[in-house]
């Protein structure tokens, strides 16, 4: 489902990350590796957000280099610390990302109750909590008919109820839709809710699929 074809990303003169030819295929994954290791610049590579090179394929042949819009019209991303601009509301965002991400009709509205944040989507969103903006920037990676979801950190800041909704997504989203998912975690996810769950490890600037 997703293919790395000589990849490299650098700082300067710094090599954060090299991924000369690996291929993952559909499934949810648990990325490790300690801190600075390059889980989020793999995320950011992947999400189109950082320049690198090389290449990354999805499905055997959307180049995110050649077909930029259609790569990242299947591929949502939520950062780890999300900035939004602080005088939208999370209802406006909520409807730029939807129309963006050709979001079927009434979408955005089963995600919002879902995670019952109806209550504060008329605020601007630089009146939330770290809390409330996490659950904004979920609801968003889920918007459209993505094929990956790439989730930074998701399980941090958010309360148990919510967490909870989280991974009942990403089940449903897993089995029922057949959407990949790679997730940073520094908290060990919980087997019963995604046994399926498998392991990525970033080590020694490069990724590995653990077996
Ligand atoms: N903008 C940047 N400029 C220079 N170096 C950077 C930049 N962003 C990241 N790095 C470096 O790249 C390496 C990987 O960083 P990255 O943020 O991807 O790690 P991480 O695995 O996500 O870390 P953490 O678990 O702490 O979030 C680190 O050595 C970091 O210092």
């Given at each position: 489902m997703l293919q790395f074809v000589n990849f490299k990303k650098s700082y300067g003169n710094y090599p954060a990350l090299q991924v000369p030819d690996l291929e993952i295929k559909d499934g949810i994954y648990w990325i490790k590796g300690v801190n600075g290791s390059g889980k989020s610049t793999l995320l950011k590579s992947i999400a189109g957000i950082l320049a690198f090179n090389g290449d990354i394929l999805l499905n055997g042949d959307?180049?995110?280099?050649?077909?930029p819009v259609a790569f990242r019209k299947l591929v949502n991303f939520a950062e780890a610390e999300p900035l939004f601009?602080?005088?939208?509301?999370g209802g406006e965002m909520i409807r730029l990302f939807a129309d963006a991400k050709d979001a079927s009709p009434g979408q955005e509205r089963e995600y919002i109750e879902s995670m019952g944040i109806?209550?504060?989507?008329?605020?601007?969103?630089?009146?939330?909590s770290s809390g409330m903006l996490k659950k904004l920037s979920l609801v968003l990676a889920f918007?459209?008919?993505?094929?990956l979801i790439l989730l930074d950190e998701?399980?941090?800041?958010?309360d148990t109820a919510a967490l909870k909704i989280l991974y009942s997504w990403m089940a449903d989203g897993y089995r029922k839709a057949g959407t990949t998912f790679l997730l940073t975690s520094h908290q060990a996810l919980d087997p019963l809710e995604l046994p399926e769950a498998k392991e990525l490890l970033v080590e020694n600037q490069t990724l590995n699929v653990v077996a």
């Amino acid at each position: 489902m997703l293919q790395f074809v000589n990849f490299k990303k650098s700082y300067g003169n710094y090599p954060a990350l090299q991924v000369p030819d690996l291929e993952i295929k559909d499934g949810i994954y648990w990325i490790k590796g300690v801190n600075g290791s390059g889980k989020s610049t793999l995320l950011k590579s992947i999400a189109g957000i950082l320049a690198f090179n090389g290449d990354i394929l999805l499905n055997g042949d959307i180049s995110i280099k050649k077909q930029p819009v259609a790569f990242r019209k299947l591929v949502n991303f939520a950062e780890a610390e999300p900035l939004f601009p602080e005088f939208l509301t999370g209802g406006e965002m909520i409807r730029l990302f939807a129309d963006a991400k050709d979001a079927s009709p009434g979408q955005e509205r089963e995600y919002i109750e879902s995670m019952g944040i109806q209550t504060y989507m008329d605020r601007p969103i630089g009146t939330y909590s770290s809390g409330m903006l996490k659950k904004l920037s979920l609801v968003l990676a889920f918007l459209g008919k993505p094929k990956l979801i790439l989730l930074d950190e998701p399980l941090i800041t958010i309360d148990t109820a919510a967490l909870k909704i989280l991974y009942s997504w990403m089940a449903d989203g897993y089995r029922k839709a057949g959407t990949t998912f790679l997730l940073t975690s520094h908290q060990a996810l919980d087997p019963l809710e995604l046994p399926e769950a498998k392991e990525l490890l970033v080590e020694n600037q490069t990724l590995n699929v653990v077996a």
